[in-house]
């Protein structure tokens, strides 16, 4: 518990910095889309969404499943914040309610908390790096994990990426995704 505490003090506290520079408040990434995607081994299926709250700020969530009775359910705020031209520091607090066959085999799922934190890098006019690292704690399980990712933007409004998971809820596991802005 104390360390998702310290962890949501620490991206309070990022956020209150973004704001106390007002020349920084624009970020270069945009933070409205929906999002498809297939993870790869095991097979999974989800769909994900950012929204805007905030020149710093965004609500997110999403949901993946193997469809077998199972399931990844997240709901929380982010912020983001530009580092430099080209990259944005991110950072979200989310809810989580896990059903897994390995893990939670209830009915209903188990419930708890995430706190990530991440980059998201300009490689060039059209190719998105990023990386992110965060901390799961939900009933009694408390796990770090990890993903990394690139992502292709085809145009102004669509876009397609891999992303690699390390040690989430369905283990390790590749992604591949496609956004669309709005």
Same mark, same amino acid.
């Given at each position: 518990? $104390? ?12 956020v ?12 270069n990434?945009?933070?409205?889309? @929906?999002?498809?995607?297939i993870?790869?081994?095991p %097979? ?42 080209w ?12 059903k897994?066959?390995? $893990?939670?085999?209830? @009915?209903?799922?188990? @419930? ?12 060039g ?14 009933h ?14 085809? @145009?102004? %409004?669509?876009?397609?990426g ?7 809820? #369905? ?7 496609t956004?669309?802005? #709005?």
């Amino acid at each position: 518990m $104390r360390k998702t505490l310290t962890a949501a003090a620490l991206m309070l506290s990022c956020v209150s910095a973004a704001q106390a520079n007002p020349a920084n408040t624009m970020s270069n990434f945009s933070y409205d889309y @929906t999002e498809v995607r297939i993870g790869m081994s095991p %097979l999974t299926y989800g769909a994900g969404f950012s929204k805007s709250i905030h020149p710093n700020a965004h609500l997110t969530g999403h949901v993946d499943s193997e469809f077998e009775n199972d399931w990844d359910i997240a709901l929380g705020v982010g912020f983001h914040a530009p580092i430099n031209n080209w990259a944005d520091l991110t950072g979200e607090l989310k809810a989580r309610n896990i059903k897994n066959r390995d $893990r939670f085999d209830e @009915t209903v799922g188990k @419930t708890g908390m995430e706190v990530n934190l991440g980059v998201r890098q300009w490689l060039g006019p059209q190719l998105e790096v990023g990386a992110k690292i965060g901390h799961v704690n939900v009933h009694r399980i408390e796990e770090t994990f990890g993903s990394v990712y690139g992502r292709f933007h085809a @145009t102004e %409004l669509f876009s397609v990426g891999a992303e690699g998971r390390i040690n989430d809820v #369905y283990g390790d596991q590749i992604m591949l995704t496609t956004r669309f802005k #709005y």
